[in-house]
Structures are given as structure tokens and as C-alpha cells.
Antibody, heavy 120, light 107 residues
Framework: EVQLVESGGGLVKPGGSLRLSCAASGFSFSSYSMNWVRQAPGKGLEWVSYFTSSSSYIYYADSVKGRFTISRDNAKNSLYLQMNSLRAEDTAVYYC?????????????WGQGTMVTVSS | DIQLTQSPSSVSASVGDRVTITCRASQGISSWLAWYQQKPGKAPKLLIYAASSLQSGVPSRFSGSGSGTDFTLTISSLQPEDFATYYCQQANSFPFTFGPGTKVDIK
């Protein structure tokens, strides 16, 4: 079964750090570009970051640039998001999502999400 | 950044109704548009990619059309399991952006 499972969310104080993980299974992880997408409580979807399969390109939303770092370990079939200098507005469910196998940048597989709460 | 607007923001409909949701981009994005369905507490699910291509496993009552700046998602005959929020997303350029969503609920 093709699956993505996020972990690492939790409660953190403003200014703190957190590292999210996304474990992939059931497909050739190294062949796919991957993304992080978040959703604040009761709000819409916001794309956060992208990492190509070839590890050649990384992109970030302006709202997280300079604070978040995306990485991947193809040997471990895992995607990561290191989040530093966290703010209240970073509170959200964070999803990892796979780029579509046919058309780039549509997200065809999503994890169940992990909740990040930034509060004092 | 490319902005996406959706209309309506919400729609009340009955089982069997035809429902159409519109997504408009602030600049041309060719056919680089996807549609997602999201139910409460669940991850989004891809319905349509490349504006009109039906994702594998998605019922054929869902269809997408459009190119450039104007796109539509149509549900030909609404089923009980289709009550959800629907989002469009542009895949043309970074940063990828989503529309604000359209909630489809029961009349």
C-alpha cells in the first residue's frame, strides 16, 4: 500500500524548534519530488516547501523562508521539515504530500497529518 | 504570487443535484490546475489534475474543465459521500497556491 506517515508534531513555545518526519512506503520514494503543506485550524491549505526527487531544487513559501528547512533521506525513505523560530501563526496540521507521478506539482498521495501547536 | 479565487464559497445542494464550482487564477496558468476534496479531520484527496484529467479511482461524476485563468469542477450527480470542502490549486509556478475552498453541504 502506498502510504505516507507524518510524526514529530506537538506543543512548542514561540521561538522554539521542532522537526517533523514523513515516512514513505509502498513506492519508490527516491523517484518522487515531495512537499509539505499545512492547514491552520479552521483555515484553508497552504503549501510550505518542495524538494525534488533529484535533490537538485528546494523551494519555500515566503512565510517560512529562513526559518524552515526541508530535507530528505532516500535511504530511509523519509522526508523531514526542520522548523525553527516558530511563531503562533505556524500552528497548523502539517501534511507531507507526494508530487503526482504523471503531472508535476499536483499532490496525489497525502499523509494523515501531524499537529503543530505554537503557544506559550 | 498567483492568487486563486473560488466561487461560491459555499453551496447547499441535495443528493442528485449537479454542482459546479469555479476557480479563477490571477494570471494565466495554462492547464496547471488541480482539484482536491477534503472531509473534516481528513487529508485532502486529489480528484482532478491538469485541469481535466480524472485521478485514478475517482468516480466519473467528477469532471474538470478550463484553461488559462478560468476553471470549473463539476459533480454531475451529488452523492452523500460528496459533502465536503473542495479546493483548487495552481501547479504552474512557485509558490504553489490553493483557492480558499468551497464547502458543499446538505440542503
Amino acid at each position: 500500500e502506498v502510504q505516507l506517515v507524518e510524526s514529530g508534531g506537538g506543543l512548542v513555545k514561540p521561538g522554539g524548534s521542532l522537526r517533523l518526519s514523513c515516512a514513505a512506503s509502498g513506492f519508490s520514494f527516491s523517484s518522487y519530488s515531495m512537499n509539505w503543506v499545512r492547514q491552520a485550524p479552521g483555515k484553508g491549505l497552504e503549501w510550505v516547501s518542495y524538494f525534488t526527487s533529484s535533490s537538485s531544487y528546494i523551494y519555500y513559501a515566503d512565510s517560512v523562508k529562513g526559518r524552515f528547512t526541508i530535507s530528505r533521506d532516500n535511504a530511509k525513505n523519509s522526508l523531514y521539515l526542520q522548523m525553527n523560530s516558530l511563531r503562533a501563526e505556524d500552528t497548523a496540521v502539517y501534511y507531507c504530500a507526494r508530487d503526482h507521478s504523471v503531472v508535476a506539482h499536483a499532490f496525489d498521495i497525502w499523509g494523515q497529518g501531524t499537529m503543530v501547536t505554537v503557544s506559550s | 504570487d498567483i492568487q486563486l479565487t473560488q466561487s461560491p464559497s459555499s453551496v447547499s445542494a441535495s443528493v442528485g443535484d449537479r454542482v459546479t464550482i469555479t476557480c479563477r487564477a490571477s494570471q494565466g496558468i495554462s492547464s496547471w490546475l488541480a482539484w482536491y476534496q477534503q472531509k473534516p479531520g481528513k487529508a485532502p484527496k486529489l480528484l482532478i489534475y491538469a485541469a481535466s484529467s480524472l485521478q485514478s479511482g475517482v468516480p466519473s461524476r467528477f469532471s474538470g474543465s478550463g484553461s488559462g485563468t478560468d476553471f470549473t469542477l463539476t459533480i454531475s450527480s451529488l452523492q452523500p459521500e460528496d459533502f465536503a470542502t473542495y479546493y483548487c490549486q495552481q501547479a504552474n509556478s512557485f509558490p504553489f497556491t490553493f483557492g480558499p475552498g468551497t464547502k458543499v453541504d446538505i440542503k
